[in-house]
């Protein structure tokens, strides 16, 4: 450290530096002022962006709700919606319900590229649950089983264990593997007592399979 004997020194010392660093220090404290202003402008923006998707999509269940006949119009709104609106919480919601209209429309590839954008984006385990069994049962449909059963291969089923396993009964039995098919019939048996006449009847109609095989 520097040693000044005078007042004076000390004061010369300091306007010297002041003259070499000043501009630097006054540019820092005016970044560094900016840096809060516009951290405050972004918290700004996205609660405005928040606001305008909330406000959107309540319009959007309000058509949705009100004209389910023609699902041309809450399609229209819902795309407006995922364009404007992205990184806010209602990108996956809007994402499910364009998948489901779309899907009655017969769009198949619409639907599909909607549950996949949730499969590639959502962090929400339900939402990742849901789309991925649809999207599931879309490919069931489509005789594509082996993207199926890639799909429905995921060791955490949570609480959509009978779904998955109800699906998987499905698939197998669509492949003639009765012996899986039955397995996978009686865990989603066991996963949702309220269904499982539902899925008894499966079981029963694969036990006659069976037989006559």
Same mark, same amino acid.
């Given at each position: 450290?520097?040693?000044?004997?005078?007042?004076?020194?000390?004061?010369?010392?300091?306007?010297?530096?002041w003259? $070499?660093?000043?501009?630097? =220090?006054? =540019?820092?404290? #005016?970044?560094?002022?900016?840096?809060?202003?516009?951290?405050?402008?972004?918290?700004?923006?996205?609660?405005?962006?928040?606001?305008?998707?909330?406000?959107?999509y309540? !319009?959007m #269940?309000?058509?949705?709700?009100?004209?389910?006949?023609? !699902?041309?119009?809450?399609?229209?709104?819902?795309?407006?919606?995922?364009?404007?609106a992205?990184?806010?919480?209602y990108?996956e919601?809007?994402n499910? #319900?364009?998948?489901?209209? %779309?899907?009655?429309?017969?769009?198949?590839?619409g639907?599909?590229?909607?549950?996949?954008? #949730?499969?590639?984006?959502?962090?929400?385990?339900?939402?990742?649950?849901?789309?991925?069994?649809?999207?599931?049962?879309?490919?069931f449909?489509?005789?594509? *089983?082996? %993207? !199926?059963? =890639?799909? *429905?291969?995921? @060791?955490?089923?949570?609480?959509?264990?009978?779904?998955?396993?109800?699906?998987?009964?499905?698939?197998?039995?669509?492949?003639? @593997?009765?012996?899986? $098919?039955?397995? !996978?019939?009686? %865990? $989603?048996? *066991?996963?949702n007592?309220?269904?499982?006449?539902?899925?008894?009847?499966?079981?029963?109609?694969?036990?006659?399979?069976?037989?006559?095989?």
């Amino acid at each position: 450290m520097l040693m000044y004997e005078t007042e004076e020194e000390q004061i010369e010392a300091l306007k010297k530096w002041w003259q $070499a660093n000043g501009r630097a =220090v006054i =540019v820092g404290i #005016i970044l560094g002022g900016g840096g809060v202003l516009a951290w405050h402008l972004w918290q700004q923006h996205k609660t405005e962006v928040a606001v305008e998707a909330s406000i959107k999509y309540q !319009a959007m #269940i309000a058509t949705m709700e009100a004209d389910n006949t023609d !699902a041309n119009r809450t399609i229209q709104q819902g795309e407006k919606l995922l364009a404007s609106a992205t990184n806010t919480p209602y990108m996956e919601s809007t994402n499910l #319900i364009l998948a489901k209209l %779309k899907l009655q429309q017969e769009d198949i590839n619409g639907a599909k590229a909607h549950l996949q954008w #949730i499969l590639d984006h959502s962090k929400t385990p339900e939402m990742l649950h849901i789309a991925r069994l649809r999207l599931a049962k879309i490919l069931f449909q489509e005789d594509e *089983l082996d %993207k !199926a059963f =890639v799909l *429905l291969s995921v @060791e955490d089923q949570g609480a959509f264990m009978a779904s998955y396993e109800e699906l998987l009964g499905d698939l197998y039995v669509a492949k003639q @593997e009765f012996s899986k $098919a039955r397995s !996978a019939y009686q %865990k $989603a048996q *066991l996963a949702n007592l309220q269904g499982s006449e539902f899925i008894q009847m499966k079981l029963d109609d694969l036990a006659e399979v069976t037989v006559n095989n």
